[in-house]
């Protein structure tokens, strides 16, 4: 299995950008689907973006042309770009990683991060 590191949380303004990124160990990055979810506090954990191996990107209608996922197979690292930041994206946010197919069927992300917090004030 991958080992997975997120970092980049933090507190924000809403409006505000963060940047996430992830840190993968091993030497098979490039061949996993890569996902980022989140958690809010009662609330169940949904999927955020995903990116395929070959590059192909998936994003939850609330987050689509506020947030882009991307990867850099170079340095075994995932990133999660959010811009114009609202309250309601406060949350944990966790790195995943999975199979081809995890792309379609998210409970193939079978590896995942601590999490990183990220709060948005209004």
């Known amino acids: 299995q991958v080992q997975l590191v997120e970092s980049g949380g933090g507190l924000v303004q809403a409006g505000g950008s963060l940047r996430l990124s992830c840190a993968a160990s091993?030497?098979?990055?490039?061949?996993?689907?890569m996902a980022w979810f989140r958690q809010a506090p009662g609330k169940e954990r949904e999927r955020v973006a995903a990116i395929s191996s070959g590059g192909s990107t998936y994003y939850a209608d609330s987050v689509k042309g506020r947030f882009t996922i991307s990867r850099d197979n170079a340095k075994n690292t995932l990133y999660l770009q959010m811009n114009r930041l609202e309250s309601e994206d406060t949350a944990v946010y966790f790195c995943?990683?999975?199979?081809?197919?995890?792309?379609?069927?998210?409970?193939?992300?079978?590896?995942w991060g601590q999490g990183t917090q990220v709060t948005v004030s209004s």
């Open positions: 091993g030497r098979t990055f490039s061949s996993y689907a």
């Open positions: 995943a990683a999975g199979t081809a197919l995890a792309v379609v069927d998210a409970r193939l992300f079978g590896s």
